[in-house]
């Protein structure tokens, strides 16, 4: 008996130590502290531990110039992003952009303006990265090309709503995009269709005076043509670093996550 007993306690203390498990009253076993390490109960590798660091590393600009996803973390990037988790970080986003916007005494003289970056940002090309890899692929201009010209993608709603909110706020909205100005008219079309009815401005990238440079010194040249005109950007959101970096940034900026895709 006496055995029995020490080896029913060396069992478990087994258990506990390796894999953290502990039963429940109904004799299954619980698994605790599941992001404790990167080594599961089974001694195998957790891999979303490393590519959430990594994504992270990404939306705080630490990883930088980066090219493709690392090639394990399609399956992570892709659960993101379908999955509640990339709508609940949009919605954070764009709801403080709300709150600061309201926290605001504007002028009302027609010359507040929010810049609005498009991919990413208002319109979702997941339909076409959910088909590409997630970004595991390197950027595929012909093929995504043929995706922007059916003038198909959705809003990302969050965006959406703080769209509509700034209208009824009486402030004007500034598309600023880095799509070429051949795609002008299928995406003022897509704007429409996803529900974005109005705009100020819709800029789209002159590829023949900005060729070979960067969407920094593109973006900043754009905004800065935005306030010679004496226009005031209150606010700017966009999913990549560069849509709000550089000059003429506006009062304040958002950044939205995108894990797929890095555009210096
Ligand atoms: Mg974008």
Request: proline fraction near 3%.
């Amino acid at each position: 008996m006496k055995i029995f007993l020490i080896s029913i306690f060396v069992t478990l203390l087994l258990a506990t130590c390796h894999g953290n498990i502990l039963f429940n009253e109904h004799g299954s076993t619980n698994q605790i502290f599941p992001l404790r390490v990167k080594i599961g109960s089974g001694g195998h590798y957790i891999q979303e531990v490393s590519c959430s660091s990594w994504r992270l590393g990404v939306e705080a600009h630490n990883v930088i110039n980066w090219k493709t996803i690392p090639i394990e973390c399609e399956k992570y990037v892709g659960n993101y992003l379908l999955g509640d988790q990339y709508r609940a970080d949009s919605k954070v986003v764009n709801r403080e952009a709300y709150f600061y916007v309201k926290s605001l005494n504007l002028s009302g003289d027609g010359k507040d303006i929010w810049v609005f970056d498009i991919d990413e940002t208002t319109l979702s090309n997941l339909p076409y990265y959910a088909k590409h890899g997630f970004g595991v692929n390197p950027f595929d201009e012909t093929l995504f090309n043929e995706w922007v010209d059916l003038g198909a993608a959705p809003a990302l709603p969050e965006s959406q709503k703080l769209y509509n909110k700034l209208l009824n706020l009486g402030i004007k909205i500034a598309f600023l995009t880095g799509r070429p100005l051949k795609q002008r008219d299928i995406t003022a079309k897509n704007l429409k269709k996803a529900g974005y009815h109005t705009w100020e401005k819709l800029i789209l990238k002159d590829t023949t005076i900005y060729h070979g440079k960067t969407a920094v010194t593109y973006k900043s040249t754009e905004r800065k043509k935005l306030e010679e005109e004496g226009y005031k950007i209150i606010g700017n959101i966009g999913d990549q670093w560069s849509d709000i970096l550089g000059t003429n940034i506006g009062n304040r900026t958002f950044k939205l996550p995108d894990p797929i895709y890095y555009i210096a």
